[in-house]
């Protein structure tokens, strides 16, 4: 028979991590981890949340294209024909998605697009690697600026395009099928 008032040993484990992570994350202790109402969830469900932080400030901060052994260091976009490039591009997108990269919001642009956006923007832009398993870096194509107008004209939804022109009282532009439509790599 089982005494319910004594700690089973997994407890216990859950308790002792769960002291190492505090220490652990103590020199880098700010709002983030006192944002989180600990009290509320279970033991085991903190320590993830706490070893994710953990992770995310051990991780090195690189240029994509770095995650890769060897680097990642696709052909310039004026260096290939457009059947080349779209076989390459996939062969891209696959590698990023392998690391845990998605590209959103793409089907307004041509490959030749995307392609000069992955090479010019993402695969040089310096991420924090987080080899986490869990975690995936989802990578807003619609533009630097992340433009509204191509958010609110290919991928928004009527709610998000009302209630965009109900806080910014702008005109909005007209809705359309976005031009490449494609079927990336997704999360599960």
């Not at 040993?9 to 505090?22: G, Q």
């Not at 700010?30 to 991780?59: G, K, T, Y």
């Not at 997108?93 to 392998?98: G, T």
């Amino acid at each position: 028979m089982v005494d319910s008032r004594r700690p089973q040993d997994i407890e216990v484990e859950e308790l002792l991590r769960n002291a190492e992570l505090r220490n652990a994350l103590e020199p880098f202790y700010d709002e983030s981890i006192s944002r989180v109402n600990v009290q509320h969830l279970p033991l085991s469900v903190e320590n993830e949340f706490l070893a994710s932080m953990l992770a995310w400030e051990h991780a090195p901060v690189l240029p994509i294209y770095r995650w890769f052994e060897p680097e990642l260091r696709p052909p310039r976009p004026n260096m290939l024909t457009d059947e080349n490039l779209h076989e390459i591009l996939w062969d891209v997108i696959d590698k990023l998605f392998e690391k845990r990269i998605i590209l959103d919001f793409t089907d307004h642009l041509s490959d030749r697009e995307l392609y000069k956006l992955v090479y010019r923007d993402i695969l040089p832009s310096r991420e924090k690697k987080i080899d986490s398993g869990f975690n995936f870096l989802h990578w807003d194509c619609t533009g630097p600026n992340r433009d509204p107008e191509i958010w609110l004209r290919y991928y928004a939804t009527e709610e998000d395009r009302e209630l965009w022109a109900e806080t910014y009282r702008l005109p909005l532009p007209d809705q359309a099928a976005p031009p490449y439509p494609r079927d990336l790599p997704r999360e599960e």
